[in-house]
């Protein structure tokens, strides 16, 4: 899947809890998020639109570094990321619940990020069709 089907996908897809996601689909789309929330960044200090905030031992003013436009992007992006962090623990087999396991600190990131870089199933599985298509057989064939 390119970089541009992958964003198309899901955000077509955004509030699309069943099927699955490929690895190309899912980093696709999680690149494509991050580069919104770095030019979001970036047109909040230019414009002047970061969130202030006092400095507990100076108690000067502060720039928090994001602003409305940070917040209107992350809004925005919040459901098609979300469902398209379920689809993908659909190809490995998982349930979509398992994105919980994200509040344990540390080892569950670390968990989810081996999820989501390992291969999906081949072949059919609870959750659907693969989505690069058939079986591992077929492609050494």
């Not at 198309?8 to 699309?16: E, I």
């Not at 996601?21 to 970036?42: D, G, K, P």
């Not at 909040?44 to 940070?70: C, H, K, W």
């Not at 968990?111 to 199933?121: A, D, E, K």
Request: proline share 3%; net charge neutral; glycine share 10%.
């Amino acid at each position: 899947m390119t970089f541009s089907e992958s964003i198309k996908t899901c955000l077509s897809k955004f509030v699309t809890w069943q099927g699955r996601a490929s690895r190309s689909e899912y980093w696709y789309f999680i690149l494509f998020a991050v580069i919104c929330y770095t030019v979001s960044v970036i047109i909040d200090r230019m414009l002047g639109l970061t969130f202030m905030m006092a400095n507990p031992i100076s108690g000067e003013q502060q720039s928090m570094g994001y602003g409305y436009v940070y917040c209107l992007t992350a809004l925005v992006l919040l459901l098609p990321s979300l469902s398209a962090m379920v689809r993908r623990l659909h190809d490995t087999n998982r349930s979509g619940w398992w994105y919980w396991i994200a509040l344990i600190p540390l080892i569950g990131l670390i968990l989810l990020i081996v999820w989501f870089c390992s291969r999906g199933t081949v072949g059919n599985n609870n959750y659907g069709s693969d989505p690069l298509g058939g079986e591992l057989g077929d492609t050494f064939a």
